[in-house]
């Protein structure tokens, strides 16, 4: 596998269930992102994370958990989601968190659906 | 703040038409900008990013933008659209975060349908 990996592509789970969302990038990069994408809305930056660290919250809901255990992989568990959460999630890994130009490369999402 | 603009959220052009989408940027220093483009069901892909070392910067497919400092702008074109060209596009600006660390602030993206 290249570039920017996400499992699964498509989820659907009940405001009751706890999932997570993986990301694996194979770039060699050290920072990696979470992003939410809703329909008509800009895309939402969620948690950066830079050499496994946190750098940014974003003030997002405590039902969003996210995990980086490596440089290479980023998780997003989710426990008791509510509707208005269905979006397309977006995970992305850069060189360095620091870098300038800081181009990101994404990996396809997941589309979430919360009933 | 520094922040992007993308003017029309929806744009659409005949096959071989010129494509221009368009990107007003803020910012009070020198900006790091972006095009990225989203084919549906899929993630981005980088199109191009401005690095200040030429106000002409070309990408790929085709596509190239002009960062033009008097109008805060960095415009995409690209001279004649394909049927393929039909996608989502961003326009972004890298932006500091806290500590020594950078995130990418999109606009609200653009959707161009060309036309057979």
């Known amino acids: 596998e290249t570039g920017v990996t996400q499992t699964p592509r498509h989820l659907v789970m009940g405001m009751t269930n706890k999932k997570s969302l993986k990301c694996e990038q194979h770039?060699?990069?050290?920072?990696m992102y979470w992003y939410k994408q809703s329909a008509k809305k800009p895309l939402e930056l969620m948690f950066v994370y830079s050499l496994e660290e946190r750098v940014e919250n974003n003030s997002v809901p405590s039902r969003f958990s996210p995990e980086c255990p490596n440089s290479s992989h980023l998780f997003l568990h989710l426990h008791t989601l509510q509707p208005e959460d269905s979006a397309l999630y977006l995970c992305?890994?850069?060189?360095?968190?620091?870098?300038?130009?800081?181009?990101?490369?994404f990996g396809p999402g997941t589309r979430l659906t919360v009933l | 703040a520094q922040s992007v603009t993308q003017l029309g959220s929806h744009v659409s052009v005949s096959e071989g038409a010129l494509v221009l989408l368009r990107c007003n940027y803020s910012s009070s220093v020198p900006p790091y900008l972006f095009w990225y483009v989203q084919y549906p069901n899929q993630g981005l892909q980088l199109l191009l990013k401005?690095?200040?070392?030429?106000?002409l910067v070309k990408g790929i497919n085709g596509f190239e933008a002009e960062f033009k400092k008097s109008e805060t702008s960095f415009h995409l074109t690209k001279p004649s659209a394909h049927m393929s060209d039909a996608a989502e596009y961003f326009c972004?600006?890298?932006?500091?975060?806290?500590?020594?660390?950078?995130?990418?602030?999109f606009g609200s993206g653009t959707q161009l349908t060309v036309l057979p």
């Open positions: 770039l060699g990069h050290n920072a």
């Open positions: 401005y690095t200040s070392a030429a106000t």
């Open positions: 992305a890994s850069s060189l360095q968190a620091g870098q300038t130009y800081n181009e990101q490369f």
């Open positions: 972004a600006v890298s932006v500091p975060l806290g500590g020594s660390a950078r995130q990418l602030t």
